[in-house]
């Protein structure tokens, strides 16, 4: 067997079956974390410990086979690496953030496997496997200081009946739907899919491995990590659809794996980031069929988008653009493959259809609840911004409101009076949460000023990158022979569709919260698509490279030195 066979063996595994390895590799650090620092056993540190000089090994090995160096030399880096590794067990046993380590000590893992690796022939493959890799220890860390009742959206607490816990507690335990209207208990209007899930997860966590229930609870943080990196897997065999490479596909997988909504989407237990996996894969088979139109890319489209909408119904826009583009199909090839498209069609329908709409047509018959119930909220909240103009709340862009990077939200004193003010104006309340969860502020962070200088950093860069992305999209979507017809209308489309729908959720339900960027998280692959689109067909792409490289940077520094610092 020559010298690389191992490597490109495991190359086209990776390439074949990334969500496989994936989810292998969340299932590989649930026992060593169960979702908090707090949780790592003793064991842990021992089995990390030795990954790390089993690493440094093969290292030395494979420089000594490829005669980079001699064996002296090869065993002098291996000693040195694994010597480091041992010195600094004292400093990780007396730091208080330990979750930094097992980030360092995920990228020098990933570092290591690459140099191993056979990189004159596999430069791309690898390259995409460490920034998709970095990312990936980045939102472990993440999940590792952020318990599942901190930086959550709508879950309550376990033991309650309301809530995505009191949900997921329902199913865990009763073993069936709820036989009431669902109206009656918040957070349960919601199709039961994710909470099936979690509630199975927890069933054997607890009951067959014997973990004990906080844990095991605590461990629903691998299951949304698992999602967490479908969508990057998505996101880089979108970018690989339309054929980047080299710093056309870097900087875009780079923004992505790096971007602040997928780390917080990482740890947050609600349905929000099955639905946007799901979407995102609902994207990968469609362009996959509009190559080729295959039957097993339509049924696995219709999976997706069906699953999508049985774990959130809004999983529902992303049928938006993949409905058009099956009608540019159906009309272009309407004389050729008239009778195929129709059974993919229909085969589309039957499978799609009931997966999606069984619990809404449910509710709808027993309860008479429409199909596309959103749960209101009381207009005595103090998020309240109803009494303001609509067209006022979207226009204004006054100077103050970015005087403070993060979310605004009014507060009431103990004498009654209402201090600051609630973020009102759509688009700047999206850029604020896109890269800060709402509960972000200053105080959550450690102690020292690199955190706010960071987040400074961190939003400005990030709104650069939006409005760079925005434009990049504008030029894609205009310019002709950049992409096929098809293809820009789907991209347009789905952008569009995300947009309108934020901007209707933003007017119908005049309240902050409706306003937080996690409704929109797949307008972050859009926009990198786009750059990444932009780099390939500029004529000096060199230079694009360069500037859009060093925002990229900028931007990925910034976001880990923020969450890493948080409390």
């Not at 607490?157 to 036989?179: A, M, S, T, V, W």
């Not at 008479?368 to 609509?390: C, H, K, N, R, W």
């Not at 100077?399 to 009431?412: G, I, N, T």
């Not at 700047?428 to 800060?436: D, H, P, Q, W, Y």
């Amino acid at each position: 067997m020559r010298k690389s066979a191992a490597t490109e063996l495991i190359v086209k595994s990776l390439s074949k079956h990334p969500y496989l390895w994936a989810f292998a590799l969340c299932l590989l650090t649930d026992p060593l974390f169960l979702g908090a620092v707090e949780n790592i056993p003793t064991a842990a540190i021992a089995v990390e410990l030795l990954m790390v000089l089993t690493a440094a090994g093969l290292l030395g090995v494979r420089r000594a086979k490829e005669k980079k160096l001699s064996a002296a030399k090869a065993c002098s880096v291996t000693v040195s690496l694994s010597a480091l590794a041992v010195l600094t067990l004292p400093l990780y046993i007396a730091s208080d953030n330990k979750a930094v380590w097992h980030f360092i000590g995920g990228i020098v893992l990933i570092t290591i496997l690459c140099l191993c690796a056979d990189r004159s022939r596999f430069k791309r493959q690898l390259s995409s496997l460490f920034i998709i890799g970095t990312g990936f220890a980045l939102k472990l860390c993440y999940v590792l200081i952020t318990p599942i009742y901190i930086r959550q959206h709508d879950v309550d607490h376990f033991g309650g009946e309301i809530g995505h816990c009191g949900y997921i507690d329902y199913l865990l335990y009763n073993h069936k739907l709820p036989d009431f209207d669902i109206r009656e208990r918040w957070q349960f209007c919601h199709p039961p899919l994710h909470h099936a899930i979690s509630a199975v997860w927890i069933y054997i966590n607890d009951s067959i491995f014997g973990v004990e229930t906080d844990h095991a609870r605590e461990s629903l943080q691998t299951l949304t990590l698992f999602y967490s990196m479908c969508i990057i897997i998505s996101a880089y065999r979108i970018l690989r659809h339309f054929r980047l490479r080299g710093r056309a596909l870097y900087i875009p997988l780079l923004i992505v794996s790096f971007h602040p909504a997928f780390i917080l989407l990482s740890g947050s237990i609600n349905n929000d980031v099955l639905s946007v996996a799901f979407m995102m894969g609902a994207v990968v088979t469609a362009l996959r069929w509009y190559r080729h139109q295959r039957l097993w890319d339509i049924v696995k489209t219709a999976l997706c988008i069906g699953l999508g909408m049985m774990t959130k119904v809004s999983a529902a826009a992303v049928a938006v653009p993949i409905g058009l583009l099956f009608l540019i199909v159906f009309i272009k090839k309407i004389k050729t493959d008239l009778k195929k498209l129709i059974v993919q069609f229909a085969v589309f329908a039957l499978i799609c259809f009931p997966l999606g709409l069984w619990f809404g047509i449910r509710n709808n018959i027993k309860w008479d609840m429409p199909l596309t119930y959103v749960q209101p909220m009381s207009e005595e909240a103090l998020q309240y911004i109803g009494d303001m103009d609509f067209s006022d709340r979207v226009t204004d862009f006054s100077p103050e409101l970015f005087s403070d990077v993060y979310q605004q939200w009014a507060e009431r004193n103990e004498d009654g009076t209402v201090t600051g003010y609630n973020e009102y104006n759509p688009l700047i309340s999206a850029l604020k949460t896109s890269v800060f969860e709402e509960s972000i502020h200053e105080d959550k962070f450690r102690e020292g000023h690199t955190p706010i200088i960071a987040s400074k950093i961190l939003f400005w860069s990030g709104a650069a990158l939006a409005a760079a992305a925005f434009i990049a999209m504008l030029y894609v979507c205009i310019r002709p022979k950049i992409i096929r017809p098809a293809e820009r209308v789907f991209i347009g489309s789905f952008y569009v569709t995300l947009m309108f729908g934020f901007y209707k959720l933003a007017y119908d339900n005049p309240f902050t919260c409706s306003m937080n960027f996690r409704y929109i998280t797949p307008t972050v692959v859009i926009g990198s698509l786009s750059i990444g689109l932009l780099i390939k067909t500029l004529r000096r792409r060199k230079l694009a490279g360069q500037v859009f490289g060093l925002m990229s940077i900028v931007f990925a520094l910034s976001t880990a030195a923020v969450y890493m610092s948080l409390k």
